[in-house]
């Protein structure tokens, strides 16, 4: 199973600690994640299942490339890092 890890930031406001998700890829590894934290799933993703704009996701040390299906391929060995972008002054 992939390590599954959250900003700090997002963790102010849900609580994600460092899990593991099954699955072989990004969209497979968060659906198992959410089915032990079904409100971080309204955080992270739209009413479509695509990525909020707000939010990144890497797998180890690269963007995940497809935000709207979340097919990007994850290892068992993989690292999904996910966190929420600031903005403001």
């Known amino acids: ?11 102010r406001h849900l609580s994600c600690p460092v899990v593991c998700g099954a699955g072989d890829t990004v969209s497979a590894v968060l659906n198992d994640v959410f089915r032990d934290n079904a409100a971080l799933r309204s955080y992270l993703l739209d009413d479509q299942g695509r990525l909020r704009q707000h939010v990144a996701v890497y797998i180890n040390d690269r ?9 990007d391929p994850v290892a068992d060995a993989d690292e999904v ?6 903005s403001g002054g």
């Open 63 to 71: 963007l995940v490339a497809d935000r709207d299906r979340l097919t």
């Open 81 to 86: 890092f996910v966190f929420q972008a600031l």
């Open 1 to 11: 199973m992939a390590r599954v890890s959250f900003t700090e930031n997002l963790q």
